[in-house]
């Protein structure tokens, strides 16, 4: 098929535009085209412990040959897969309903809170997303604001908890005047006669470009969200499993138990599964619920190798230590690059946002895309993400290491002053002395290992990847 034709429907969008991308297989955090080129993934949320691991193939391989298809009937893939995921959880969220997709999870949450509330209205984030269904595209502000219909009467949008443009992450900020506009629009709801029956969230928005709330902002958010006797959801679709490093759950960081939790991409590292997981009381509500896919033994006996490898090679720890050196070094690379406004992360999910040259601070829309493309011609997959598209997004698999990193900062460095250099997007006045500004990043933290990396009651041991 041709490329021309491929992309001319705009409903079509691929990665890199009119260049698009083939890729014909991957391994761990690196994809290869069909000239056999290698690229390094910085973009994967999906492949969550690298791609095509062999101890997740091997479990759907074996898997595949036994039973696919269980609908309605006990298997032991499901409940020994039910059993682990259990073991990630608080006592308090112990319903878990598998489905196929994030969208499918968010879709099912949002049915779930409406029957339990008894209401219709939804709270969510300004630059939101929450999946590709009629229902969520009505609720995802990222999407619903281009269409013709704009926001429906049920939606009550929540100003995001950053000083956009250009906050520096706001996790150690005091919540104080966020959470104020956060009430005002929750009470603008209940005066209008239309309370809020459910809050639906990322806890760390990577949708809206990587904005971390402070820590204290969900604990008295979620407060007035049931006080006046709605419930919290947490889209967890992409930050869980370990992306964050120092949790399983991004919602651990911030002090809170949210009352759904949905979950997707990295619970099946590429396979289509996800889960909505919540209280008894809740759960009771649902009734009768068919899914022909949703919980396939497939599917199960791949989510459990998942998090088998996430336990066993200590993903935890390396996503948390890999994570504080990439910031490290992206703060640096800020000191040098006025074009960088702001670095934002945690974990292993992290965003650098594009200014035109501070202390000018409109987002460098061009300037983004162009990167994004240069380095993809370096053998660097990134993506644009933010309201503005004008913030790198660097997601890539937890099996991504120190060298990887530090080929990334190296690459990055590189890149922006080529760009910075063009007069089409921007022109520096000084150029610093060092090409690479790494040398302060401090290695104290190289060898430690965080103290709640989980453990699994019953271990299950293989090969791991070479
Ligand atoms: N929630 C969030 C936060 C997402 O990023 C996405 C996908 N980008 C979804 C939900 C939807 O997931 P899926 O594509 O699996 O339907």
Same mark, same amino acid.
């Not at 703060?331 to 074009?339: A, F, Q, T």
């Given at each position: 098929?041709?490329? $021309? ?14 260049? &698009? ?18 690229? /390094? ?53 112990? +319903?878990?309903?598998?489905? @196929? ?5 968010? $879709? ?29 595209? $009505? ?13 429906? $009467? ?20 005091? &919540? ?15 005066? @209008? ?49 370990? *992306?964050? !490093? ?16 949905? +979950?997707?991409?990295?619970? !099946?590292?590429?396979? &289509? ?29 791949? !989510? ?12 935890? @720890? ?32 992290? !965003?650098?946002?594009? +200014? ?19 380095? *993809?011609?370096?053998?660097?997959? /990134? ?5 503005? *598209? ?7 698999? /937890? ?6 990193? *530090? ?46 990396? &989980? ?12």
């Amino acid at each position: 098929m041709k490329m $021309d034709n491929l992309t001319a429907d705009s409903s079509c969008k691929l990665h890199f535009g009119n260049k &698009p991308f083939k890729v014909v297989r991957a391994s761990k955090q690196y994809l290869y085209d069909e000239l056999g080129n290698e690229f /390094l993934d910085c973009y994967t949320i999906t492949a969550h412990v690298g791609h095509c691991h062999p101890h997740v193939v091997s479990a759907g391989q074996t898997q595949m040959s036994l039973l696919w298809a269980s609908q309605g009937m006990l298997s032991d893939p499901y409940s020994e897969y039910i059993k682990c995921l259990l073991e990630f959880l608080p006592e308090k969220l112990s +319903v878990i309903q598998l489905v @196929s997709s994030g969208s499918e999870a968010n $879709d099912l949450a949002l049915r779930l809170a409406r029957k339990y509330t008894k209401r219709h209205d939804v709270a969510v984030f300004e630059s939101g997303f929450h999946g590709n269904l009629s229902s969520l595209v $009505d609720i995802s502000e990222k999407s619903f604001r281009k269409l013709p219909h704009g926001k429906k $009467d049920f939606v009550h949008i929540i100003p995001l908890p950053a000083n956009m443009p250009c906050s520096d992450s706001s996790y150690d900020q005091d &919540p104080e005047i966020h959470l104020e506009k956060a009430v005002t629009s929750i009470n603008r709801a209940a005066a @209008s006669g239309r309370p809020v029956g459910c809050f639906m969230s990322e806890m760390v928005v990577t949708a809206a470009g990587v904005i971390i709330p402070p820590k204290k902002y969900f604990r008295s958010l979620y407060k007035v969200i049931r006080d006046q006797g709605g419930i919290c959801i947490a889209d967890e679709v992409t930050t869980g499993f370990g *992306r964050t !490093g120092e949790n399983f759950w991004a919602y651990q960081a911030f002090g809170v138990i949210p009352d759904i939790l949905t +979950v997707g991409k990295p619970i !099946g590292n590429g396979y &289509p599964l996800a889960a909505v997981i919540t209280t008894k009381e809740i759960g009771v509500c649902l009734g009768d619920f068919l899914n022909t896919y949703g919980g396939n033994p497939i599917a199960c006996v791949i !989510g459990k190798a998942v998090i088998e490898v996430i336990v066993n090679e200590k993903l935890m @720890s390396s996503t948390k230590m890999v994570g504080i050196f990439l910031l490290q070094g992206f703060n640096d690379l800020k000191e040098k690059h006025l074009s960088i406004g702001a670095v934002r992360g945690i974990g292993l999910i992290i !965003g650098v946002e594009f +200014v035109c040259c501070r202390p000018n601070l409109k987002s460098a829309t061009q300037l983004a895309v162009s990167f994004v493309r240069r380095m *993809r011609d370096k053998g660097v997959i /990134l993506a644009v993400q933010g309201a503005e *598209r004008n913030v790198i997004g660097i997601t890539p698999p /937890l099996c991504f290491t120190l060298e990887n990193a *530090r080929k990334l900062l190296k690459l990055f460095d590189q890149v922006l002053w080529e760009l910075e250099r063009e007069p089409a997007i921007i022109r520096l006045e000084s150029e610093p002395d060092s090409l690479l500004g790494l040398s302060n990043i401090s290695s104290d933290f190289l060898d430690t290992e965080i103290s709640n990396e &989980p453990v699994l009651k019953k271990r299950r041991f293989y090969v791991d990847m070479d």
